[in-house]
């Protein structure tokens, strides 16, 4: 046995032990001794790479120093290689739809649990996008677990990185990257959006304007009250700009009280074709209640909330503007309460005489309420809020 279990190595015979004992050397004795030694040695790693490994080879807290960089699957790869990310970087991308890439370290095949990452060579234009990497295949890259990527998820010179899930190159993250917050930009008034310099994507929070309140007819009685409903807010929504350019803005105005009839309805904000966000539906024009009844009479009724917005933008949030309130016939009249939008409240209600256009972005103005006392005339109610557009500008 050459060695013990334990990596030590003992010699079969003591030349000087059998000097003393009277024996002589014999061939035979060391013709064993010898074999024994030839067969210990032939179980030694050769650093010259002649033997292969048998068993897991046990470090004892020991490492191994002045490795090579891998160049092949199941080699051990460095410190070096891991921070470098040589198994995984695309260092070779090319495509913007059809992408193409290659790692120092080819696999052998895709396998699900296999990440990469790169360098993109610019936009992709369209939303079937597949990668291949070193020529195993391409594979269609998504995001969001299945969704197919929008027009401009990879940005020009954008660092990505994608995970096999054994069917697609799942885009990690989620898409397009968006670095840091460059500028914020509020737009108030129609006009046109400009990027600013060294920005490259960002979002664009575009709120509708909101309705006006519902007005009050004129009357001769004095025997009734009036209360128009509040309008609705306008909608709002939040598109995704993947890559930034000049942009038409229109700004919606709020919906004009109208004196005896409905109120106006909002116009809308739009962030050129991207997304265009309704304004709110204006209040509905006050019947005539008898104040003090037993019930409450509804003057003016509920709005409706506008629609959801439109266009070919990436809109990734929504919330349509809240209904506004109607008006009612207590004892005295309470005309109803401007619907609120994203950005907060609607012009609140009030007693006759009293209430409120659109306090924010997007809010509804309230009715009007009037005591027909020997008669009135007609009256209109308050006005909506304006929209606005903000956009957050990332580089």
């Not at 490259?200 to 309705?211: E, H, I």
Request: with cysteine; proline share 4%; net charge negative.
């Amino acid at each position: 046995m050459p060695f013990n279990g334990a990596g030590q190595y003992s010699l079969i015979y003591n030349w000087q032990a059998d000097a003393a004992n009277g024996l002589n050397i014999s061939s035979s004795r060391m013709q064993g001794q010898e074999a024994d030694i030839a067969a210990a040695l032939s179980i030694c790693l050769t650093k010259d790479g002649q033997q292969q490994v048998a068993a897991n080879l046990q470090m004892g807290g020991f490492t191994l120093t002045n490795m090579a960089n891998a160049s092949a699957q199941k080699q051990p790869i460095s410190v070096q290689d891991f921070q470098n990310g040589t198994p995984t970087w695309l260092g070779t991308v090319t495509g913007t739809d059809t992408i193409t890439g290659a790692t120092n370290i080819a696999p052998a095949a895709y396998a699900r649990g296999q990440r990469f990452a790169g360098i993109t060579a610019g936009a992709n234009t369209t939303n079937a996008v597949t990668l291949n990497i070193n020529g195993l295949g391409a594979v269609p890259v998504v995001k969001n677990g299945s969704s197919a990527l929008a027009v401009g998820d990879l940005g020009a010179g954008q660092v990505f990185e994608v995970i096999y899930d054994g069917a697609n190159f799942q885009l990690s993250g989620g898409a397009g990257g968006h670095g840091a917050l460059i500028n914020v930009q509020l737009i108030t008034a129609t006009s046109t959006y400009t990027p600013t310099p060294g920005a490259t994507n960002g979002f664009a929070w575009v709120q509708g304007d909101g309705g006006a309140g519902g007005g009050t007819p004129a009357s001769v009685s004095a025997n009734y009250v009036l209360a128009g409903g509040g309008g609705s807010g306008g909608t709002f929504a939040i598109v995704r700009l993947p890559t930034l350019a000049s942009t038409a803005v229109t700004i919606g105005q709020g919906g004009v009280g109208v004196a005896g009839a409905n109120g106006g309805n909002g116009t809308g904000t739009s962030f050129g074709g991207l997304c265009i966000c309704p304004g709110g539906n204006g209040g509905f024009v006050s019947t005539t209640g008898v104040g003090g009844s037993a019930s409450p009479d509804v003057c003016g009724a509920v709005t409706t909330s506008p629609g959801n917005p439109t266009g070919t933008g990436d809109i990734v949030f929504v919330k349509r503007g809240e209904p506004g309130q109607p008006g009612l016939a207590l004892l005295n009249p309470y005309s109803g309460t401007g619907g609120n939008s994203f950005w907060g409240t609607g012009g609140p209600g009030g007693a006759a005489g009293n209430g409120s256009a659109g306090q924010n972005y997007g809010g509804a103005g309230s009715g009007c309420a009037r005591i027909a006392l020997g008669g009135v005339a007609a009256a209109a109610g308050f006005n909506g809020a304006q929209g606005a557009v903000l956009v957050f500008e990332y580089a």
